[in-house]
């Protein structure tokens, strides 16, 4: 079976350090990949997602970048945080092509003080 | 651009009440809807996909309809229980596209 693991599971990082969150996913190839941020009472934003290795798509500009170093693994990064940067950090994954199944990691509490 | 809203955004009911969620979408020419459940401070956990090519899905005591042409799905929630306290999600997917969210339904079952 498929698994996807998140971490880490709470972060406190100072304005102005940098960020790096990470995502694996086991037990497929090849999965479409997929970073969410949720704020306080507010709906899913998509970040970024990627269809394969080192192909990444951002949906936002932001303070944000992502990578795909391995096809199961993926990275949310910052060279300095923001204050607005704080929120619940959701990576995902979905097998390749469409109308399939998304699948949510435990995701990650950031907290930019 | 797709856009998703979900009715109401909170609701309370006593436990054994069967409830409907709403979930509307602006673009009917989706591919898919997904129905998810959020823990409080946990991530989602997928409950029901429902293709475009179909009606209907059901699990357990959860029924998801899907209407493109009205631009609506409706999760409806047999003898509601306290367990089944959180927050669900709709998200419809265009082809080639990502899924979009809705804002969630936040459900509280008493006791």
């Known amino acids: 079976s498929q698994t996807i693991h998140q971490w880490p599971a709470t972060l406190v990082q100072p304005v102005g350090s940098p960020l790096s969150l990470e995502c694996t996913v086991e037990g497929t190839s090849n999965p479409n990949l997929y970073w969410y941020r949720q704020a306080a009472g507010r709906g899913l934003q998509l970040l970024f997602y990627s269809v394969g290795i080192g192909q990444i798509s951002s949906e936002v500009p932001q303070n ?4 795909r170093p391995q096809d199961r693994q993926f990275i949310l990064s910052s060279k300095k945080l923001l204050l607005s940067d704080s ?8 097998l390749g092509g469409a ?3 998304i699948y949510f990691g435990e995701g990650s509490w950031l907290t930019v003080v | 651009k797709q856009e998703v809203t979900q ?8 436990e054994g009440e069967n409830l409907v969620l709403n ?11 997904q ?12 409950l029901l996909l429902i293709q475009s090519s ?3 899905q059901t699990s357990g005591r959860l029924n998801a309809s899907l209407d493109k042409s009205s631009g609506r799905s409706t999760l409806y929630i047999a003898a509601s229980q306290p367990g089944d306290s959180a927050t669900y999600l709709c998200a419809a997917s265009n082809y080639g596209q ?11 079952v008493l006791p």
């Open chain 1, 64 to 67: 944000l970048s992502a990578s």
């Open chain 2, 23 to 33: 979930c509307s979408f602006t673009d009917s020419a989706i591919y898919n809807l």
């Open chain 1, 87 to 94: 929120g619940f950090y959701l990576c995902a994954w979905s």
């Open chain 1, 99 to 101: 109308g399939n199944t």
């Open chain 2, 7 to 14: 009715i109401p955004a909170a609701l309370s009911v006593p």
């Open chain 2, 35 to 46: 129905w998810f459940r959020q823990d409080p401070g946990k991530g989602l956990t997928s």
């Open chain 2, 54 to 56: 179909q009606r209907e």
């Open chain 2, 98 to 108: 990502n899924f979009v969210f809705g804002p969630g339904t936040r459900l509280s």
